[in-house]
């Protein structure tokens, strides 16, 4: 019974994927996909490349009102596919008498071309995916460390900041983050250009105050 209803599930998500038209572009949502699509920098980096499914709905007026992952390969990736379809709200022809109860698949495609991946072993790609996991622990200690600074302990943050050291975390990362929050601006996504300007205060540092007061309000 379980597995019947998982094809029917599958069944009504093609049919409801058939009926939707996406409303810009020569090649609708994959040319929206390619070019909005902002590589995150340790992916990038690494070479990790995939593809993560995105499950949404749609209202009336083709606007996005729920997603979430369905398929995952890291979480970079994972939020930047989630920030894309999150981007395309609004741009859905809904047919009349859409139901807009069912639940949309799309896959969200991440490959790099000339990055010198062809070199890079599975292995290896493995290996920077399990150091990126057992690093967003530690960051999630320096964001945490950061939003609630008033009930630091003397002598605290001279750890967080080894910690920070020890990610990488310096002033030429916090900015690479700042240009991708501006490349979203650009892009109209203030959400996801705010998530990186706070990223960068709750990394302790002011290089984005500028923007947060600018965009964030």
Known sequence: MKKLMTICLIFYCSVAMA??????????????LREKTIYPQFSKNNCIQG????????????????????????????????RLVRLSS?????????????AVVVPVNFKLSGFNCEGKSNSEIQDAIRSYQAEEGLTNSVINFYKNIDQAKPGQEVQIIAIKNQLGIDD?????RIDNGLKKIKQGDKQGACEDFLFVKHMGSSLADQYLSKYCK
């Open 90 to 102: 609004g741009k859905w022809k809904v047919p009349t008498g859409y139901d807009t109860t069912i």
């Open 172 to 176: 030429e990362y916090l900015q690479s």
């Open 19 to 32: 009926q939707l038209q996406f409303k810009t572009g020569k090649d609708g949502f994959s040319a929206f």
């Open 51 to 82: 593809t993560v499914n995105i499950s949404f709905k749609l209202d009336e007026q083709g606007r996005v009102y729920s997603s979430r992952v369905t398929k995952s390969i890291l979480g970079e990736l994972d939020e930047e596919a989630l």
